[in-house]
């Protein structure tokens, strides 16, 4: 069975994207069940160009990838989601709707905090580093949680794990 991925930052258009990318990246590459989703709570409309730059630069397929409302994961056909987790300080301390997640459960909420990288310094050079340097902090955290037993852990332990990861 799948497990779905819902990442969450305010506008949708960055951080949530790299980290989209990098997990259905390093899934399928591994050969996990996982797929990752991004949204957000207030969406931009468009993904930030140093996100898709740094992506593709890096060889992550980044087609259809688009800036969405995390509603979409709120609908009665959206996919059963076993994990949410928010990127972004803001979209962590905003309510969330109700995601449905496996078997009536809700899914499990964690908060792995980025800064932005839009806000770096140094022009366009400067904000291409911090992309670069989130995208490859994204990275290592997605393949820690790849390297997790999710299909046999229970919530307590995946919560665990997964809050560990996000102190890593």
């Given at each position: 069975m799948t497990t779905h991925v819902l990442i969450l930052c305010t506008h949708n258009s960055a951080r949530s994207v790299l980290s989209e990318c990098m997990l259905?990246?390093?899934?399928?590459?591994?050969?996990?069940?996982?797929?990752?989703?991004s949204a957000g709570s207030a969406p931009s409309g468009r993904i930030n160009p140093f996100a898709l730059e740094v992506l593709q630069r890096a060889g992550i397929d980044t087609s259809?990838?688009?800036?969405?409302?995390?509603?979409?994961?709120?609908?009665?056909?959206?996919?059963?989601?076993?994990?949410?987790?928010?990127?972004?300080?803001?979209?962590?301390?905003?309510?969330?709707?109700?995601?449905?997640?496996?078997?009536?459960?809700?899914p499990i909420k964690v908060h792995w905090g980025y800064p932005d990288p839009s806000n770096a310094e140094?022009?366009?050079?400067?904000?291409?580093?911090?992309?670069?340097?989130?995208?490859?902090?994204?990275?290592?955290?997605?393949?820690?949680?790849?390297a997790l037993p999710l299909e046999t852990m229970d919530r307590v332990a995946l919560r665990e794990a997964l809050e560990a990861i996000g102190r890593s």
């Amino acid at each position: 069975m799948t497990t779905h991925v819902l990442i969450l930052c305010t506008h949708n258009s960055a951080r949530s994207v790299l980290s989209e990318c990098m997990l259905n990246h390093w899934a399928r590459k591994l050969g996990r069940d996982v797929r990752a989703h991004s949204a957000g709570s207030a969406p931009s409309g468009r993904i930030n160009p140093f996100a898709l730059e740094v992506l593709q630069r890096a060889g992550i397929d980044t087609s259809g990838v688009h800036s969405k409302s995390w509603d979409r994961f709120a609908s009665p056909d959206a996919p059963a989601l076993s994990i949410v987790i928010t990127v972004c300080d803001s979209a962590a301390g905003e309510a969330c709707p109700v995601f449905v997640g496996r078997n009536g459960e809700s899914p499990i909420k964690v908060h792995w905090g980025y800064p932005d990288p839009s806000n770096a310094e140094g022009g366009d050079e400067g904000k291409r580093q911090a992309f670069e340097l989130t995208r490859q902090a994204i990275g290592y955290r997605m393949l820690q949680l790849l390297a997790l037993p999710l299909e046999t852990m229970d919530r307590v332990a995946l919560r665990e794990a997964l809050e560990a990861i996000g102190r890593s």
